[in-house]
């Protein structure tokens, strides 16, 4: 599980390999992941856009830029959290992901909130930890 906190906004990202949508002998690799926002601040926010960089394990960056998240740009009042489950596909079998959530106040202020970097590792990645 990885996780950040911005403004008493934490996320938390917990990937998951997809062999089942993965086709590794032809360099398809499948994650899904799972977000947690849950705001533990005092005041509402409501999540506007998402700004993601995806980098396979050659290097080669991904940029993806949008509304909302899954369809959605929830609003979260004090204690409350939104969950959403998503996909991305590689063509190796590691990477990395990183983002930003960009957050709007109840008052009209608009600031960015961190997501945590994570890892996508497949199976068959073997990583030697020192």
């Known amino acids: ?7 008493q906004i934490v996320v938390t990202v917990e990937p998951n390999f997809m062999p089942e ?6 360099g398809q690799y499948f994650w899904s992941y799972t977000i947690v926002i849950t705001n533990t ?11 993601w960089i995806i980098t396979d394990a050659t290097g ?4 993806v830029r949008g509304e909302g998240v899954v369809g959605e740009q929830p609003v979260l009042g004090p204690g409350e959290r939104f969950e959403y489950t998503s996909g ?7 990477g990395i992901m990183t983002g930003r959530y960009q957050m709007v ?7 960015e ?3 945590p ?14």
């Open 113 to 115: 909130i961190d997501v």
């Open 88 to 94: 991305v596909p590689l063509p190796t079998a590691s």
């Open 21 to 26: 949508r993965s086709v590794v002998d032809k």
């Open 60 to 63: 080669r960056k991904q940029e």
């Open 41 to 51: 601040g005092d005041e509402t926010v409501q999540l506007k856009t998402r700004h």
């Open 105 to 111: 106040s109840e008052t009209g202020e608009r600031f």
């Open 117 to 130: 970097t994570f890892s996508l590792d497949s199976p068959s990645v073997k990583r030697v930890l020192n």
């Open 1 to 7: 599980m990885y996780r950040a906190v911005t403004r």
